[in-house]
């Protein structure tokens, strides 16, 4: 067998495998060894660390525009393909150990791939995010701790984007409830807060997380439920799994239309958030009024991303407010913030 012909026999068995075994590696080692010695000798160690990295992460979330639905069999064997080519040639760099963390997931490997990343990068910070997912899956308190404090220390969370989940939570009145997030702005930020101001009540769901099959079983025992089986769409199991538990859930509006749009007859607008949980709509109306009392900062919104999310809230509460001269005065400004806004960002009308 030529040198060509055993590689791509050795890296489909990989790609069957999954992981690097100890196995695995002795074959890539000898590899190595006839390269050196074959007259065409294959190159795998010309890879750009910073180009296969962004190669595997286009391929890891090209199916997550789908309300994030689960990678199918060809891109797993892609995902494993580039995570081998890393292994093989870039073994001790930090995209190397940053893949092999994404490949292992939320484990104990995982992690220890993920702190020798840290190790080989001068940007760690990059890797704060990161962290905090894997020890809030793991329990590890401690080290969750650690690095809630570093993000929150690092200027990563502007102050609109810290005002915005301040009033995601002034949204919600019942302490003990579950808010599922979608994005970097509400997951990481909410986190944070919940752990500073001592909440430990309100909990956070991130939809992409729940593609790890340890984050299930953490969501499923968190909310008093069974582990329902997993049809590849995290939002499919979160309205399977809510349906179990009395707990309140709360979806934040950062989630994908399509999501949204799927569960609209279950979900009703409160503040900046839905609930999941059936609301009478004297109900939805008080709830409403008091989180647009607690707000906070609006006017410093510059994000148009986050700027959509309340006139969406401005415009549930004009319709809640319109025949009641009581809360004549609340209109009025939530009519003034809304026009502000619409001038600002005059493509949200």
Avoid at 16 to 30: E, H, I, K, P, R
Avoid at 140 to 158: A, H, P, Q, V, W
Avoid at 194 to 199: G, I, V
Avoid at 219 to 226: C, K, N, V
């Amino acid at each position: 067998m030529n040198i060509t012909a055993y590689l791509k026999a050795t890296v489909l068995g990989l790609i069957l495998a999954a992981t690097f075994n100890s196995s695995a590696q002795s074959n890539l080692d000898g590899i190595k060894g006839d390269e050196q010695s074959d007259d065409n000798e294959i190159q795998l160690t010309n890879e750009s660390p910073q180009e296969l990295l962004l190669e595997y992460e286009i391929e890891r979330t090209k199916n997550f525009s789908n309300g994030y639905k689960s990678t199918n069999r060809t891109t797993l064997d892609n995902l494993n393909t580039i995570s081998n080519r890393a292994q093989l040639s870039l073994a001790e760099t930090y995209e190397a150990h940053y893949i092999q963390y994404k490949q292992s997931g939320f484990t104990s490997a995982g992690l220890e791939f993920l702190k020798i990343a840290e190790q080989n990068t001068e940007n760690k910070a990059e890797l704060y995010s990161d962290f905090i997912a894997c020890s809030h899956v793991l329990k590890k308190e401690l080290l969750f701790d650690k690095y809630t404090s570093k993000l929150r220390n690092s200027g990563f969370i502007t102050n609109e984007v810290l005002e915005y989940n301040k009033n995601v939570l002034r949204s919600i009145e019942t302490e003990a409830s579950f808010i599922v997030t979608n994005g970097w702005e509400d997951t990481y930020p909410l986190l944070s807060l919940l752990k500073q101001e001592n909440k430990t009540a309100t909990q956070v769901i991130n939809a992409e997380w729940i593609l790890d099959p340890e984050y299930r079983k953490l969501i499923a025992a968190r909310l008093g439920t069974s582990n329902p089986s997993f049809n590849d769409n995290p939002y499919d199991w979160i309205l399977t799994v809510s349906q179990s538990t009395s707990s309140a859930i709360y979806f934040t509006p950062t989630l994908p239309r399509s999501v949204l749009l799927k569960a609209q007859e279950s979900l009703t607008p409160i503040g900046i958030v839905f609930s999941l949980n059936p609301i009478t709509a004297a109900e939805q109306k008080r709830q409403c009024i008091n989180a647009w009392k607690m707000f906070s900062k609006v006017e410093l919104i510059s994000n148009s991303d986050l700027c959509t999310n309340y006139i969406f809230i401005f415009s549930v509460l004009e319709d809640l407010l319109a025949n009641d001269q009581s809360e004549k005065g609340t209109l009025n400004q939530v009519l003034a913030y809304k026009k502000q806004l619409l001038k600002k960002y005059p493509a949200l009308k």
